[in-house]
């Protein structure tokens, strides 16, 4: 019998066994090539907007009136929901976990940021001129939790799915993870991007070399080479597009035009030489041009690094595959946008009516009006933001969770029948801190 001793949360795995055969199990990872043997079996998702939408609306009072606990639960239906819809086969997933255990998890997590957050404060409040370096080191600090909770929280939510009634699990350490992450992301920024398939191959492999499910270990294939191939016409669409941008609006005027335009829009402004002029006024808008271009090409980013992602993956003898193409990436953002802009147009319509309407029931009572006025805007916030959350989740997150899970199958699928369950604990805090830092810690 396996051994375990109590966590925080729950129990945890340390038998010598489990260990052994989890380190053979990495010194001998599957082959690249998926192993003959089945045909590729196809995964489908079978959610529907109405379930989902009911969840949504119910969930969203709810946290009104638990002024947000019941976020936790909420989140916990929302994974049942779109785990008992995506099925290998005909054999869908299952969903375990609990709110109360969200709960806890954010709880421990609040425990450490917010002496972290106040230590940061009162250290900036009593030395004025660090103050800046005080906010730089509490953001890195939180950018590199950030990365222990993209760890920890995805053990998390494999330790609780199981498929075939077997669980997936996944060891390591999310400390170790953070730093090898960070360092990553930080190479990512310095090199405008070009480290970027690198980092992702890296962290990739780390996260799948330490997956299992019941005996049966994961790994990751994908090679960086090929997703910079991939990536490289929208690497270069997105940096040569705004340097060659600002470079034809330096050259549409002379340098002086450029030094006589600051001083008109900024008439007390110290005179400036035409380089400096022209960084002053023309480098906003081309870095927002340069913006826009890159929102442009989040679908196709999307759907080129989940085609090679899903490809790289493989688990026992199993292999992963995606056929998600670019046009059906823009094809969901387009209808999402489409929506809004229909939905948000008749919001806007209702509201000034409400609006109107109220001024001629209460026209003549200034402490009416200001009385409605004030429930007026309190409830056309809460029905913008949620209503806002709840089109984006039917319209935008259902339908491309759907693309996604309908582009994917499994090859060599028999690998997986004879596998053995070694299941392992782990604990809601990387879900926690991953709320309690916001950095969308979710499906």
Known sequence: MTEAVQGPWGQRSTASAVAAAEMAARNNPPAAPPPAGGGA???????????????????????????GIYRFWLTTDIRRFYW????????AFTYTGTGMELLKGFLFALAILVPLQAFGFFLALGLP????????????????????????SRRYRLARTSWRGLRLRMTGSAWTYAIKAFGLWLLVIATLGIAYPYATTVVERIKMRETFYGDAPGDFVGRPGELMRRLWPLWLIAIAVPIGLAAAV?????????AYMLSRIEPEAPA???HLAFLTVAVPGVLGAGALIILLLVPAFQAIT?????????????????DFRIGTAYRVYLVAMLIFSVLGTAAG??????????????????????????????????????GFWMIKQIFLDLPMFRAKMNSVAV???????????????????????????????GL
Do not use: C
């Open 250 to 258: 330096y050259a549409s005027a002379p340098p002086e035009a450029w």
């Open 306 to 322: 989940f085609r090679w992602r899903t490809g790289g993956m493989r688990l026992g003898g199993a292999a992963l595959s995606s």
């Open 272 to 274: 400036l030489p035409p």
């Open 411 to 441: 090859s060599n699928l028999a690998s997986l029948d004879e596998v053995h369950a070694r299941n392992v604990d782990a604990s809601a805090l990387g879900e926690g801190l991953g709320s309690a830092v916001d950095f969308g810690i």
């Open 129 to 152: 001129s660090a103050e800046s370096v005080v906010t730089i080191a509490v953001t890195f600090i939180l950018l590199f939790l950030g990365q222990y909770a993209v760890y920890a």
């Open 84 to 91: 008992s819809n995506t099925a290998v086969g005909s054999e």
């Open 41 to 67: 079996v196809q995964i489908g998702f079978s959610g529907r907007g109405g379930p989902l939408f009911g969840l949504l609306f119910k969930g969203f009072f709810l946290q009104l009136v638990t002024l």
């Open 349 to 386: 319509i209702a509201a000034t009516l409400a609006a109107g309407g109220a001024y001629l029931a209460f026209g003549s009572s200034t402490t009416g009006l200001g009385v409605m006025l004030i429930i007026f805007v309190v409830v056309g916030y809460l029905a913008l933001i949620g």
